[in-house]
């Protein structure tokens, strides 16, 4: 215990002087201590790198500034709107990082920093202060409880109504410990504080106070703008901007060049905006007019006209128009002798307002010709690559626009799933091409293979696809196995079942990214999906380079001019298609895109784990394989929902059926026994819901009981459990109300004799009953314990609108964030305490409001009716969501428990112990007892 003391000590200290140890890395070791729950270890790492994060940000900061300063050194020449894009502003841009690289370096000479995409993803964190998340519980855990206080309060400053952080927020404040002095916003810039200030002795007529107070708060104001304008200059640092000149070197256009510094100019001019916008106290930039409006009419009650009238000058500088303002300069010089020169607007302010049109005007520039180059580049390339009007190429209204964020986004995703780009349009030459290496591993690879080879072992089992029937030749074999055909092998025991579902899921993987390469705006699916084979018949023919595949199009067939006829079997339904090829030790079977003339236009050689995506209408062809076997996963996507292939569903059906029904536990005595009590059965089974770790129960509660329950319910409060909403009623759609009632609200109600004590304990004890039986079915051998408890119904606004297409509750799971690319993150602000999940519904007199189950892309997977006494129990990260409630009201119990109890709810005691006090005592008027909670 000592020596483990004295090493975090150790480090706390080192941490402290040590200019290599940065808040990235310091945070990522905060949150490795929370997950594995070393609560001191994480409140110390965060607090070292929440000082590092400042400290970092304003030395940064420093050094841009300096730099700016050294115009000498630097730049001798001002950017504007006629010269931004040219060549003296790279020389400009080289020289200004330099400058900056020996700055830093002077001041933390051994920093060690992150790759970009890892600290992009940190650095928001710290933006949306979800640090200060993670440091309110760790020193709370540590017993540092004014810590907690401020840390809480920050992390709601920021998100003002948030659930569980209002409710720790009040949780601090009833600690014995607590003063209001702990609460305050520690990221509240001083400018703000002098403001509040400054207006509050306005209000007193403390006029002097007021002039002082501003004064200061308005120099402040323009210091922190100037700090966050400079550290915009970020992609300037040396390794960005390193990237930058190598792509600006390497473009074969000039076109191409000004591409890229718009893309570059785009990040620098949108987080300038950011900056103006995030700092305003008031919304359309009002800061500075209130700021000089406060000081005009102060300045005149202590009779400093000239002053006075120079405040009015500058706020008609920022705001021309506004009639008061020409009221108080006319007032001034007809009456006090005022000079025009008196009204001459402040330098800062000048300084300030024409900093920031000439940053406006560059990003409309920007915007306007980036959105012109896309869309010349966008025509060029259609005229390159149009083969006939016979064609119908995909709609370019389909995706979303290419904008910076989206790319940093794609960036991110792409280093997630561990992919390199190998080409992209540009490189492949033609729209919406895209290769990729490392989508799978080789372990994958190796199992597909094998897959594939049991499968053409045991081809004669199965009728030939339309593909396999065509694309042999004389000097090859050709086989190939759909998912569906992998899942019936596996149901007759020729291969392991893990083998066919790592078929449906490297399927989906190369689905999903596609996808999200594209931007698509509508879904991609699947249309056809095999595992096809390759193999050499005759090594002497290994340098022919005759006999190879027919160039070809995946849903047209190619004519003796080249254009490219529509089969009418495919015409409506084929639109992307991607490979994904498992070896490469194999000789010949480059795939290649042609030309029109049919000629090659670029070869890729396979290999495992890479990745080709593009428009099924493109020409291409295989190179034939001279020696060994070349394997590769085919797929064709659809858009149109009606012509999706059905064998992705047959295929999981299969599987389902054939994997391990939960007998033991359904039929175990405890598990019986509390469903005898209850009087209750299992109607749902894992494999009638679809998915595992899932199970419905019928007839656990009485129509009596839950009629007491949505009477309970009914007192509940709107929105209660979520933020709130100025808006609408349900925190989710505009058209239903929403009310709930936790367990700590139904306690209060009883003791204030608003319900009875008989419904709260029918509320704790069925909640009891129901995590009981969750935990017998789902995790038999662990304690479960409560997380958050909630009694909630829906209703419909208006019973006569019924075609709706919003959810009452969109899809979502309830541990973890679900990202663009539909993963889930199971990190902050998501409840990642929460293990498992239960429903419990309260009636059925209603229409719509249906439960669902999803897979990962979205799709439905299975679906129940909500019921009087019937429960639904699941995994809490499984994907679920609540169809519209079209007529009436929808109530259930909603539970969500947690294998930690750190994390277990205090209001279950507490509601038990405010009922025992009613049930001991008998009260009088006015005597009525709070709850303690």
Known sequence: MGSTVVVLLFLIIGSQGNTSVTYH???????????????????????????????????????????????????????????????????????????????????????????????????????????????????????????????????????????????????????????????????????????????????????????????????????????????????????????????????????????????????????????????????NGGYLKEHYNYLQFSYYKIDDIKRAAGCTGTYLYINPTDDTALSNKDYYSSRHQVIASDFNP????????????????????????????????????????????????????????????????????????????????????????????????????????????????????????????????????????????????????????????????????????????????????????????????????????????????DNCFIQPDGSCLKRPSMQKYRDFTGLLYLNGDFEGGEFYFAHKNMSEQVALRPKCGRFVGFESDDDHGVRPVTSGRRCALATLYTFNPANQELEHAEAHTVLRSISTVRTSVVTSHDFQSLLDRRGAHVSLTEDDLSGAQRFAVDSFLTENQCHQLMKLANMGVTSEGYERSRNRLSPHTDFEHYIGMSMAIAAKLAAEYKVTSDAVKLYLSVSEDVMEMSRLFLTPNTPLYFSYTHLVCRTALNDKNLDRTDLSHPIHSDNCIIQPDNSCKRVRPAYTERDFSAILYLNDNFNGGDFFFTHQNMTVQSSLKPKCGRVVAFNASQYHGVRPVLAGQRCAVALWFTLDRDFEEPGHPAAWNVLRQLDSRAFGPDEHPHAEL
């Open 346 to 553: 402040r330098n800062d302010a000048v300084k300030y307002i024409t900093e920031k049109t000439k940053d406006v005007t560059l990003l409309q520039i920007t915007q306007h010709m980036l959105t012109q180059h896309s869309a010349l580049k966008t025509s060029k390339q259609s005229l390159e690559h149009h083969h006939d009007d016979t064609m119908s190429p995909v709609p370019p209204e389909i995706f979303g626009q290419r904008t910076s964020a989206f790319l940093q986004e794609l960036e991110e995703y792409s280093a997630r799933i561990g992919v390199t780009e190998l080409g992209n349009s540009d490189t492949l030459f033609g729209n919406h091409r895209i290769a990729v290496d490392d989508i799978i591993n080789d372990d994958q690879c190796e199992k597909l293979m094998h897959l594939a080879l049991v499968g053409a072992a045991n081809g004669h089992l199965f009728k030939k696809t339309e593909s396999r029937a065509s694309s042999s030749t004389d000097s090859e074999k050709f086989d190939g196995l759909t998912v569906s055909q992998a899942a019936e092998m596996a149901r007759q025991g020729l291969v392991p079942t893990e083998l066919a579902q790592l078929f449906l899921e490297v399927s989906e993987t190369g689905r999903a990214f596609l996808e999200k390469y594209l931007n698509l705006k509508i879904t991609l699916m699947f249309q056809h999906t095999e595992l096809l084979c390759r193999t050499a018949l005759d090594k002497e023919q290994s340098d022919s380079r005759k006999i190879r595949q027919l160039d070809r199009s």
């Open 25 to 283: 890395s310091l945070y990522q070791d905060a949150v490795g201590a929370y997950n594995q729950g070393r609560w001191f270890e994480c409140y110390t790492w965060l607090t070292n790198a929440l000082r590092d994060f400042h400290n970092y940000r304003e030395e940064a900061a420093h050094c841009w500034l300096e730099c700016q300063s050294k115009r000498g050194a630097v730049s001798l020449i001002d950017i504007d709107a006629s010269n931004f894009l040219q060549p003296q502003y790279l020389d400009m841009a080289s020289a200004k990082s330099e400058c900056f690289h020996k700055c830093k370096v002077g001041k933390f000479p051994d920093r060690k920093e992150l790759a970009d995409e890892e600290a992009y993803v940190i650095d928001q964190r710290f933006e949306d202060r979800t640090v200060y998340d993670y440091l309110q519980l760790c020193a709370y855990k540590s017993e540092k409880f004014e810590d907690a206080m401020s840390a809480a309060h920050t992390y709601l400053a920021a998100h003002p109504g948030h659930d569980y952080m209002t409710s720790n927020v009040n949780f601090y404040r009833g600690l014995p410990e607590a003063q209001e002095s702990h609460f305050y916003d520690r990221e509240q810039l001083q400018f703000k504080t002098l403001f509040s200030k400054a207006v509050e002795s306005y209000g007193q007529e403390d006029w002097l106070g007021a002039i002082r107070y501003m004064e200061e708060s308005l120099q402040q104001y323009y210091g922190e703008v100037q700090k966050c304008l400079a550290l915009c200059n970020a992609p300037l640092e040396p390794a960005r901007l390193d990237r930058l000149l190598k792509m600006v070197s390497s473009a074969q256009t000039e076109s191409d060049r000004k591409r890229i510094l718009l893309g570059h100019w785009l990040q620098i001019l949108e987080c300038k905006e950011n900056c103006r916008t995030k700092l305003d106290l008031f919304e």
